[in-house]
C-alpha cells in the first residue's frame, strides 16, 4: 500500500502541475486524482466529490491533500476534509513540492508530509546580482 494524493485546485492548475511533474519524473508512482475548483462549482457538491475521491485513494497508509492558495475555495474544502481519518492537507502546492512527492512515493504519510514541504520551500528561490 501507498498513500494517496488528492490536488484540490483551481480550474487546470491541478492537472496541468501533475502533467508536468510526470513528464518530469516519466511516470506517476501513486495513485493521484484531481479535483478542479472554478468560479462556478457547488462546494457542498465539490466537497461531496472529494470524500469519493478520498474513499478511492485511501488504500490505508492515508492521503495527502494539496490545494493551490490557503484560504481560497479549493483550501476550505480541503480543511473540511480533516474529518476524515488518517488525512493530511497542505497549501501551496508548487512544481517542486510535487516532483519531491513523486521521488518520494514510497514514505509513510507523515514523512511525505515534511518532503512535500521541504520541496516546496527549498523550490523557492531568489536569484540575485
Known amino acids: 500500500?501507498?498513500?494517496?494524493?488528492?490536488?484540490?485546485?483551481?480550474?487546470?492548475?491541478g492537472q496541468s502541475l501533475l502533467d508536468t511533474a510526470v513528464?518530469?519524473?516519466?511516470?506517476?508512482?501513486?495513485?493521484t486524482e484531481i479535483l478542479p475548483v472554478n468560479k462556478h462549482s457547488n462546494p457542498e457538491r465539490t466537497l461531496r466529490e472529494a470524500y469519493e475521491?478520498?474513499?478511492?485513494?485511501?488504500?490505508?497508509d492515508g492521503v495527502l491533500v494539496l490545494t493551490d492558495i490557503f484560504g481560497s475555495t479549493p483550501s476550505n474544502i480541503a480543511c473540511k476534509?480533516?474529518?476524515?481519518?488518517?488525512i493530511e492537507v497542505i497549501?501551496?502546492?508548487?512544481?517542486?513540492?510535487l516532483v519531491r512527492i513523486l521521488n518520494?512515493?514510497?514514505l509513510s504519510l507523515s514523512q511525505l508530509?515534511?518532503?512535500?514541504?521541504?520541496g516546496g520551500h527549498?523550490?523557492?528561490v531568489h536569484f540575485r546580482g
Open 1 to 13: 500500500m501507498t498513500v494517496g494524493v488528492l490536488i484540490i485546485a483551481h480550474d487546470t492548475v
Open 23 to 31: 513528464s518530469v519524473i516519466g511516470v506517476c508512482p501513486i495513485m
Open 53 to 60: 475521491k478520498l474513499a478511492r485513494l485511501d488504500e490505508g
Open 81 to 86: 476534509l480533516k474529518k476524515a481519518h488518517h
Open 91 to 97: 497549501a501551496g502546492l508548487n512544481l517542486p513540492m
Open 104 to 106: 518520494y512515493h514510497t
Open 113 to 118: 508530509v515534511d518532503k512535500a514541504i521541504t
Open 122 to 124: 527549498d523550490g523557492i
